[in-house]
């Protein structure tokens, strides 16, 4: 993508679900990051913005945009068109530092983009990045940290290379405690401080209940199916599904059913409600050739262990099995909780909160700071 200028600091922006596409103009700002970008522009020093287009949909889902592809598939190709982007900006620009506000579905991509850079697995090296802000990311760790991975802090760490006068007197506010729909735990590393997660309480994208496998299952098979027409979201959520299942079925015979002197055992180190959750999320690997042999052959180990003492066996499998009932309905304990429904009254109204709770505005002082934080680093204003 080419940028007219090389600015002390250019914000990469990702906008949320329908309002985006892969040929957009990069230079106009709508949606809920637009209600951020003048504001942004009219506080800082030597600082410009540019939009990442990409297909921004939701699998043609009615009242999503113009995009078919899956969300899932939309989601990566943000990410690539924004990792892109921001190699071409370090490439191009040695002096540019760089952030990245992003939106919803847009904020997904933010996020990989944070935690491949802070990683040091990313486009560009860490010190090139001032700050990240994600609004309504779907995949926001629970605990309630306004900066995962950095406890306590209520301010942003300042840019690399600026003592951050300006900086420090932003502050950014707690999100819920809760997580994400489909939450990761992975970090942000050497960018922890300075990506801010912005989450409304009851913006189910961001605030999910924790303890609602059944939730994050629906929305892992959502995020990989064809929903343009009934016809197509059935055949795609059907397949995706058997897929589900088939990672799932694997996963708890290989690492939840013990086969050992004692017999046949089922000792699960987590419910099947989670299993099959993990097992529809997008960015689990389905399983390769290897573990498809190691399920066939642990099925074969467990048929003959039961066909050996089936008396004992079958009585004893029963009985764990019983057992599990519990754990299956403590993982979706907070789906049969009343105040826990009532919290999501308005997911909608949450969702698209940002600009009126004030949070776009708070990024927009954020990285006005750190643009005059940088200037004056540089012996600028």
Same mark, same amino acid.
């Given at each position: 993508?080419?940028?007219?200028?090389?600015?002390?600091?250019?914000?990469?922006?990702?906008?949320?679900?329908?309002?985006?596409?892969?040929?957009?103009?990069?230079?106009?700002?709508?949606?809920?990051?637009?209600?951020?970008?003048?504001?942004?522009?009219?506080?800082?020093?030597?600082?410009?913005?540019?939009?990442?287009?990409?297909?921004?949909?939701?699998?043609?889902?009615?009242?999503?945009?113009?995009?078919?592809?899956?969300?899932?598939?939309?989601?990566?190709?943000?990410?690539?068109?924004?990792?892109?982007?921001?190699?071409?900006?370090?490439?191009?620009?040695?002096?540019?530092?760089?952030?990245?506000?992003?939106?919803?579905?847009?904020?997904?991509?933010?996020?990989?983009?944070?935690?491949?850079?802070?990683?040091?697995?990313?486009?560009?090296?860490?010190?090139?990045?001032?700050?990240?802000?994600?609004?309504?990311?779907?995949?926001?760790?629970?605990?309630?940290?306004?900066?995962?991975?950095?406890?306590?802090?209520?301010?942003?760490?300042?840019?690399?290379?600026?003592?951050?006068?300006?900086?420090?007197?932003?502050?950014?506010?707690?999100?819920?405690?809760?997580?994400?729909?489909?939450?990761?735990?992975?970090?942000?590393?050497?960018?922890?401080?300075?990506?801010?997660?912005?989450?409304?309480?009851?913006?189910?994208?961001?605030?999910?209940?924790?303890?609602?496998?059944?939730?994050?299952? *629906? %929305?892992?098979? =959502?995020?990989? !199916?064809?929903?343009? @027409?009934? +016809?197509?979201?059935?055949?795609?959520? &059907?397949? $995706?599904?058997?897929?589900?299942?088939?990672?799932?079925?694997?996963?708890?015979?290989?690492?939840?059913?013990?086969?050992?002197?004692?017999?046949?055992?089922?000792?699960?180190?987590?419910?099947?409600?989670?299993?099959?959750?993990?097992?529809?999320?997008?960015?689990?690997?389905?399983?390769?050739?290897?573990?498809?042999?190691?399920?066939?052959?642990?099925?074969?180990?467990?048929?003959?262990?039961?066909?050996?003492?089936?008396?004992?066996?079958?009585?004893?499998?029963?009985?764990?099995?019983? *057992? %599990?009932?519990? =754990?299956?309905? !403590?993982?979706?304990? @907070?789906? +049969?909780?009343?105040?826990?429904?009532? &919290?999501? $009254?308005?997911?909608?109204?949450?969702?698209?909160?940002?600009?009126?709770?004030?949070?776009?505005?708070?990024?927009?002082?954020?990285?006005?700071?750190?643009?005059?934080?940088?200037?004056?680093?540089?012996?600028?204003?």
């Amino acid at each position: 993508m080419p940028v007219a200028r090389c600015p002390g600091l250019l914000v990469l922006g990702v906008q949320g679900t329908g309002e985006s596409t892969p040929a957009a103009n990069p230079d106009i700002t709508g949606g809920m990051l637009g209600t951020m970008v003048g504001p942004m522009l009219a506080q800082g020093v030597d600082i410009a913005h540019v939009n990442i287009p990409y297909e921004a949909s939701f699998g043609g889902a009615p009242g999503t945009g113009p995009g078919a592809a899956p969300f899932a598939a939309s989601v990566d190709q943000a990410t690539a068109r924004l990792n892109a982007t921001a190699a071409e900006v370090v490439s191009r620009c040695p002096q540019t530092m760089l952030a990245v506000a992003a939106y919803s579905q847009g904020a997904v991509a933010g996020a990989e983009f944070a935690r491949q850079v802070g990683a040091g697995q990313g486009p560009v090296p860490a010190d090139r990045v001032a700050g990240v802000a994600l609004f309504s990311d779907g995949t926001r760790p629970a605990g309630g940290a306004p900066f995962p991975g950095a406890p306590g802090q209520m301010t942003p760490s300042p840019a690399p290379g600026t003592d951050g006068a300006a900086t420090s007197q932003v502050r950014v506010p707690v999100p819920p405690a809760s997580g994400g729909i489909t939450p990761n735990e992975v970090g942000f590393g050497a960018l922890s401080g300075r990506v801010a997660e912005f989450c409304a309480p009851g913006d189910l994208a961001c605030d999910a209940p924790g303890r609602a496998a059944v939730l994050r299952t *629906a %929305a892992g098979l =959502a995020a990989r !199916a064809d929903l343009h @027409d009934p +016809l197509a979201a059935v055949s795609s959520v &059907s397949a $995706a599904w058997h897929q589900t299942t088939a990672a799932a079925t694997s996963t708890v015979l290989l690492n939840d059913i013990q086969v050992d002197g004692t017999g046949v055992n089922y000792v699960p180190a987590a419910s099947v409600s989670d299993r099959i959750a993990d097992a529809a999320d997008p960015r689990t690997p389905a399983p390769g050739a290897d573990q498809a042999q190691a399920t066939a052959d642990k099925i074969s180990r467990i048929v003959a262990a039961v066909a050996a003492d089936p008396l004992r066996q079958l009585p004893q499998l029963a009985g764990q099995l019983g *057992a %599990a009932v519990q =754990a299956e309905l !403590a993982a979706n304990a @907070d789906l +049969l909780n009343p105040a826990t429904i009532l &919290s999501y $009254a308005d997911p909608v109204g949450n969702h698209t909160s940002y600009a009126g709770d004030g949070a776009t505005q708070q990024a927009a002082e954020w990285f006005g700071a750190l643009s005059r934080d940088i200037a004056t680093a540089r012996g600028g204003r």
